[in-house]
């Protein structure tokens, strides 16, 4: 037990200390949490092993936010998105996979090898993108919205993904993949049923949660609320979202996805500020929890191995798919503009002109998702600095 304390201390001291710092200094929380689990990791070495096993624990904020961002959205509100949704994020997982198995290609990378990359290099982080337009205020701005269009295209897109690339595996890496795949297993409804059983298995699924969350919500939400007391309604919260989170998990679909539809069906309901305000506490700290893990796990002695290749592959990502996300913007801005709002005309706000396609266009400095990294293990060669984590 003693373990545990001094462990969740140095966790929580390390937030105290740098999050105030790197937001003095204007460089936002996510950076702040970062530099904290790079200290407190492959710096000091205060933390170890378990952090990866933390790290899956921690990784449920992403589905409180999508859960929360879902409840700022009525079902109105996401079929009006419905030009940027397909439009802008569509055209951008088409076209930064197409350039990343371009640029995979002409390393001389194996086919298998040069789809995984292209299609893992189309997807961006969620949880670092939005959390940054929230604290920069971008989020109800127009290139705010187009940056969640791309981001919330790019979760659905993740399905299918997930689905293609275990095909893609080299035989003679599937053994190390399948070892690396245990610890994210579990149990699943889906696994050995055929394709069209397990499509209504997942049509079943996302009808409990809409279905659920239109009739069943209001009288479980009266039924806890009758009792008076807060912290039974606090747990109802969290029940409801872990439970969607479940259920999405076993049927294979994305948990933040559903967590997501769940918050877009419960956004019209009269306890929509209750549920928001018991969340956010927690969605704040599983969040800052996985920044930091996810900076105690950097490599550094792979980084300086290869910095040289790591430095230039990074810095070419960011160009290209800044570049992709650029043009895009402009085109459905001038292409589009009865059902887009334009994404560049913001000479009216504060950045001037360019803020639009350039907040849309920052989606491209984050990280990769860690399922898509988990999946693409089977086909990277081991001597593949990409492949490491």
Known sequence: MTEYFIQAFIYLAAAVIAVPLAKRFGLGSVLGYLVAGVVIGPVTGLVGQETTTIQHFAEFGVVMMLFLVGMELDPKSLWAMRVRLLGLGGLQVVLTSLAGMAIAWSLGLAWQTTVAVGLIFSLSSTAIVLQTLNEKGLNKTEGGRGAFSVLLFQDI????????IPLLAVASLAQIGEGDAQPHGGFSLVANLPDWAHALVVVGAVAVVIVGGHYLSRPLFRYVVQSGMREVFTAMALMLVIGIAALMSVVNLSPALGAFLAGVVLANSEFRHELEANIEPFK????????????????????????????????????????????????????????????????????????????????????LPAPMTWSVKPIIPRWSWAARR
């Open 157 to 164: 897109a993740v399905i299918p993904m997930l689905a293609v």
């Open 284 to 367: 704040g700290l599983l969040l800052g929890l996985f920044f930091i893990t996810v900076g105690a796990g950097i490599n550094f002695e792979v980084l300086s191995a290869q910095w040289p290749t790591v430095l230039t592959l990074g810095l070419l990502v960011i160009a290209v798919k800044a570049g992709v996300l650029l043009l895009l913007a402009l085109v459905v801005a001038i292409d589009d503009r009865d059902r887009a709002l334009a994404l560049v005309h913001q000479v009216k706000q504060h950045c001037g002109f360019w803020r639009g396609p350039l907040t849309v266009a920052m989606v491209t400095t984050c990280a």
